[in-house]
């Protein structure tokens, strides 16, 4: 079981930024394609981010694309998700997942794929003036 553990969540005002992070006490992230999802109040969870293992490739969603970025800073085990230009919509609870089968495209359009051990508790993300 790999339970990852987020912060950086909070209330922020239209137009400004936050940065998640997600880590792991114990399991080496490296290891892992790591992805961020969404989940808004009636809606289904959604991939916002994806990052692979090996080569640091990554992949947005369309409504995310120019303004969230997604790194990985290996020395400290964590993955994180640089958020600008916040919209009220961008609202929910942010999790992130890790998944060694899939690919990151996979990973991120089927979120509903990967296996409940390998999700965080979720962070809440509330955009509003």
């Known amino acids: 079981q790999l339970q990852l553990v987020e912060s950086g969540g909070g209330l922020v005002q239209p137009g400004g930024s936050l940065r998640l992070s997600c880590t792991h006490s114990?399991?080496?992230?490296?290891?892992?394609?790591i992805g961020w999802f969404r989940q808004a109040p009636g809606k289904e969870r959604e991939g916002v981010s994806c990052?692979?293992?090996?080569?640091?490739?990554?992949y947005y969603a369309d409504s995310v694309k120019g303004r969230l970025t997604i790194s990985r800073d290996n020395a400290k085990n964590t993955v994180y998700l640089q958020m600008n230009s916040l919209k009220p919509e961008d609202t929910a609870v942010y999790y992130c997942?890790?998944?060694?089968?899939?690919?990151?495209?996979?990973?991120?359009?089927?979120?509903?794929?990967?296996?409940?051990?390998?999700w965080g508790q979720g962070t809440q993300v509330t955009v509003s003036s």
């Open positions: 997942a890790a998944d060694p089968r899939q690919t990151i495209q996979a990973m991120c359009h089927y979120p509903s794929s990967i296996s409940d051990d390998y």
């Open positions: 990052i692979s293992s090996s080569d640091g490739r990554t």
């Open positions: 114990d399991f080496s992230l490296p290891l892992y394609p």
